[in-house]
Each structure stands twice: as C-alpha cells, then as structure tokens.
C-alpha cells in the first residue's frame, strides 16, 4: 500500500516536468539562506539576483559608461557621478552580499581610490581659477651623492628590522623620520654630480584640479562597486543558461562551464591546504613578508598539482559517458525565462547608454545655475 502510494506520487511529480525532469536547478534546496556564486556568496532572495543575467550585465556595463562619461577630464560632471555612484550602492545594496564581505572589499579598494586621488593631484596639475596649494616636488635633477638622512633612514629601518623581524613599517618610519629631519634641520650632505632627468614636478592643487580628482575617485568606486555587484551575484548556472539562450557555439558553453564550476573546488582546495599548513604550526611564530611570500608558494605548488589531477579525471570522466564536442546537447533546463522585470532593467540600462554616447547632461554646471 505504502509502495504504491510511493509510485503515485513519484509519478505525479515527474509529469509536472518535460521528460520527467525538473526544471528547478537555479532554486537552491528548501531552508538555505546563503547560496554560492562566481565569489563567496550571497543572498538566496536578492533582488538584484533575480534579475536575468544578460540584464544585470547590460545594466552594469550601461552604467559604467556614463560614469565613464561623467568623470571627463575636459568636462567633469560631480552631481552626475555622485547620483550614479548612489545607484551603484542600491545595486549593491539589493545584490545580497554579505556586510562583512562588503566591508571587506571596501577596505580593499580604498587604497587604490587613495592611490588614484594622490596619483592625479601630483602627476596631473590642472590650472584653475582658484590655487589651493602649490609646491615643488622634484627639480628636474637627480643628485648623486652622500646625505646624513640616507644613513638615519638605514639605521631606523635595520633597528626595527633587527627588534621585530619586519620591514615595511620601519621603512615608513624611517622615511618619515629622515623627511622630516631633513626639512626642518639642515643636514650635511656631500653632493658628487647631478644628473637631468625628467621635467620638474610642482604640487598644484587648484579648484578644477581637485574637482576632476574627486569626481574620479567616485566614478571609478561607482563602477568597481556595481562590478563586484555582477560577480558576486552571479553563478556559473546562471551564466551556461545565459549563453545557451544567446545560441553559442556548444565547445565555448562546455570549456566556460568546466572552468566556472571548478572555481569552487579551487577554492577547497586552497583552503584544504591551507588548514593543513596551519595544522603543522606554520603560523605560529610573527613571520616577515618574504616568509609569506614562500608560504604561498608552498601553497601554489600543491594546488597545481591537485588542479592537473582533477582535469584528468574530469577528462576521464567525460570520455567514459560518452562525451564529444561534435554531439548534439540534449534539452537544457537551466535557463531563467525573461519577466517584465528583466525588461524593465534593460530599458534602464539603454538609458543609461543614452547618457554615456548622447549629448551630457552636465548635471553639476545645471545645478550651480540654478543655485
């Protein structure tokens, strides 16, 4: 009785599906709140998730190019940036990821967005009506010769080397020190020649120069953020869907499956290594950033080798069901239908092209007339 009430609905359940197959592979099992994607993870019920991805990857790419269109160098649009970095951070905001692995990105970038603010104030002086600073840098001479605060900066670097076993935070003491020391007081030093090189380098922080700086700075984290957005939200079934709608070629779908789907063992694998590295103790003393360096390339070597073994087997694998590239696929059931949704996404994201090709709004010189 109970066996053919098993049947029944067995039955009952493979005719719901064409050919008695289930077309809920993009639904993650009942009671998971995480699922995995392209890296680390995110939110099963993510708005911006349910997005199909040829939409979200139009929307991305839409709205990175009128960021692009907003931080020109010979018209920079401030109010425009900051209004599409805004959108970015809802993108963000409703992909689903995780707050400490925003924040971890975040910490991430910030160097380099420090970096490109610092880089373009110095490199790319830029006259405006208004100078907020001026200095000189660089001469335009190399001086070759003996300073007092070359042998300040040896000592502080060797002594903190010599106490902790580390360099980099004593080679920034060190310069800081010997730039402060030989600024402020007049060192000895005992020039031999003097070398042209390059041109002079002047520190010019104008009004136009600072607002170009800003606006870039906040294009370009617009535009990593709704990129880190994309990735994270997306998963390699998404992506295998994605390209069997758009009809192409079966050996790119197979060669770009095989490899997405082997982050995740990648990963693994890394993370099997690593614990077996910290289980013989090789954290346990402070080690210094060479000693990090050679504990990676302790890591990369088995990792290779686990990733040779593991293609083999794939290629075994596929040989031994039968595999060809020259075989017809059969009936692909990972695929997200197009909703009203998607639709919509896609019209934003041809907007979004219309302001990044057509004619610039200029949303800054709008507002300051208006005020």
């Known amino acids: 009785m109970g066996n053919s009430q098993g049947t029944a609905i067995s039955e009952s359940d493979d005719a719901d599906y064409p050919g008695g197959v289930p077309q809920n592979f993009l639904t993650p099992p009942p009671g ?28 991305v790419l839409c709205l990175s190019g009128a960021l692009l269109r907003s931080i020109s160098t010979t018209q920079p649009d401030l109010a425009g940036a900051a209004i599409l970095f805004m959108g970015a951070l809802l993108i963000l905001a409703l992909s689903g990821v995780r707050p400490g692995i925003a924040r971890l990105y975040f910490l991430l970038t910030l160097p380099a967005l420090l970096a490109l603010f610092i880089t373009w104030i110095v490199f790319n002086p830029v006259p405006g009506k208004v100078t907020l600073l001026q200095f000189p840098i660089y001469a335009g001479q190399l001086v070759i010769g003996l300073a007092t605060w070359q042998a300040i900066l040896v000592v ?46 002047t520190l010019l922080v104008s009004d136009q120069g600072l607002l170009i700086a800003v606006t870039k700075v906040i294009g370009y984290a617009g535009m990593i953020i709704v990129t880190i957005a994309l990735v994270m939200t997306a998963r390699d079934v998404e992506l295998i869907g994605a390209l069997r709608q758009l009809h192409c070629p079966q050996p790119a779908i197979f060669f770009l499956s095989t490899v997405f789907r082997s982050l995740d063992l990648a990963l693994s694998d890394y993370e099997i ?20 360096l050679r504990d990676i390339a302790s890591i990369a070597v088995p990792l290779v080798a686990i990733m040779i073994r593991r293609s083999s087997e794939i290629g075994d694998a596929l040989l031994a069901r039968g595999y060809t590239l020259g075989r017809p696929m059969k009936e692909f059931y990972e695929s997200s239908p197009w909703r009203l949704v998607d639709w919509a996404v896609l019209v934003s994201g041809f907007f979004l092209l219309y302001l990044a090709l057509g004619p610039h709004p200029d949303l800054t010189t709008l507002l300051w007339k208006g005020i």
Not at 186 to 196: C, D, G, H, K, Y
Not at 273 to 292: D, E
């Open 32 to 59: 998971r709140r995480y699922v995995r994607s392209f890296l680390f993870s995110r939110h099963v019920n993510a708005p911006f998730a349910r997005v199909h991805l040829v939409a979200r990857t139009v929307l």
């Open 156 to 201: 502080i670097v060797a002594a903190y080397f010599l106490w902790t076993r580390k360099l980099f935070l004593g080679i920034i003491v060190g310069i800081a020190v010997a730039f402060a020391l030989a600024h402020w007081i007049p060192l000895p030093a005992w020039n031999i020649t003097q070398v042209a090189f390059f041109h002079p380098l």
């Open 273 to 292: 290594i690593r614990q077996a590295q910290l289980a013989r103790a090789i954290a346990v003393r402070p080690r210094s950033f060479f000693r990090r």
